[in-house]
């Protein structure tokens, strides 16, 4: 039997984004899908520990940065430049619309703008340096973050020991509006979310190089207008040298072979990992299912083995268009190096088709909230 070391919990698995409250998906044991009678092959080594250095930065200029990320705190910078200095007593209608094991997420008002906001309130671990390191890289992405295709960072504050995160408040996320839906988000649908999505991911990795590690549904939202935007940093990693070294961060359903497989991660993985990802959420939005479910197994390790051994989920080639099922396929290769990164995604027809076709995802998210009741 290999040396099998299960990872640390996800802390995003169950953290809520800015407006999406934890998965209720509940994880109860049932019959594996492998017949335990039979011999297994040995499964998947895992790796715990995180080795994650800004890439290409030094001692010297992280600090620099980590002292302008503490310099801005207490300063919301609100749509239309306004700044307005931070109080609590500022915030008006607070209600609290998730939690999880890292933290809680609100959604208030600003009293003097009258700007509904969103919220997320973390521990700040006086104690812990690299803890304290860690929110503060986070911050420093946020804070110098210019995309269309990102949750707006409006300021952050430390209150008593806990880190209060302001961001754009949006309508819902992906699993939520799943949730809601009770089936697959039409292709068109998709396949315009999916610009946006290869775009966020595009622009981390060129402009901060920094992989986001937890793509899942839970943290793309989307807002009343249907524009699509990624959120949660929780966990996201720096790139050194185009590779990352994790302790295994991230929704273990959405999860990478290669990040599961430790003859693998001892390597590092680079954007790929999150490419996999993409389209594991790809197929859940299609189908309405998410092609690995907890309940479908009979512990976390028989899932990440599976994820592992097992061919990559594929949708039905009669129930889609060429494009959108050779593009989730290339995000599905097992095979790290035939799987495409993101400017070559960016070239695929299927990215370059929604581009320029006129899809109104406003409408059609209109449409659906009156339908099936979406706040």
Request: charged share 25%; proline share 7%; aromatic share 8%.
């Amino acid at each position: 039997m290999a040396d099998l070391r299960l990872p640390v919990r996800s802390q995003s698995q169950d953290v809520p984004s800015s407006t999406c409250p934890p998965s209720t998906r509940q994880r109860r044991p049932t019959d594996s899908l492998f017949n335990n009678t039979r011999p297994r092959k040995p499964g998947p080594r895992l790796q715990r520990h995180v080795h994650s250095q800004p890439a290409r930065v030094t001692e010297s200029e992280q600090e620099e940065r980590e002292l302008k990320v503490k310099a801005r705190m207490g300063t919301l910078v609100l749509p239309g430049g306004q700044t307005y200095p931070f109080s609590m007593e500022d915030m008006l209608d607070v209600k609290r619309v998730g939690s999880g094991i890292s933290g809680e997420v609100y959604r208030m008002v600003h009293n003097p703008s009258s700007i509904a906001i969103a919220a997320k309130k973390m521990l700040w671990q006086h104690d812990t340096w690299e803890e304290q390191r860690r929110v503060l890289m986070d911050l420093e992405v946020m804070n110098s973050q210019h995309s269309p295709f990102i949750v707006e960072y409006y300021g952050s504050a430390i209150v008593k020991n806990e880190v209060w995160v302001f961001m754009e408040l949006m309508a819902t996320c992906l699993d939520r509006l799943l949730k809601r839906l009770k089936g697959p988000i039409p292709e068109r649908i998709i396949g315009k979310m999916c610009v946006s999505i290869v775009k966020a991911l595009d622009y981390l990795k060129r402009a901060h190089k920094v992989i986001h590690r937890d793509v899942k549904p839970s943290n793309i939202l989307i807002d009343v207008n249907g524009n699509v935007k990624l959120c949660d940093f929780g966990i996201s990693g720096r790139l050194v040298d185009s590779k990352a070294f994790t302790r295994g961060a991230g929704a273990a359903a959405y999860m990478a072979p290669e990040r599961i497989n430790m003859s693998h991660d001892s390597k590092g993985y680079d954007v790929r990992a999150d490419v996999w990802s993409l389209g594991i959420s790809l197929v859940e939005m299609a189908t309405g299912s998410a092609p690995y479910k907890f309940n479908e197994f009979s512990s976390e390790f028989d899932l990440l083995t599976h994820i592992v051994q097992a061919p990559p989920p594929l949708l039905d080639e009669d129930k889609f268009s060429p494009n959108f099922y050779d593009f989730v396929a290339q995000c599905l290769c097992k095979d790290v190096d035939e799987r495409p990164q993101y400017d070559k995604l960016l070239l695929h027809p299927l990215i370059k088709e929604y581009e320029e076709k006129p899809v109104d995802v406003g409408e059609w998210f209109s449409e659906m909230c009156s339908t099936h009741g979406i706040p």
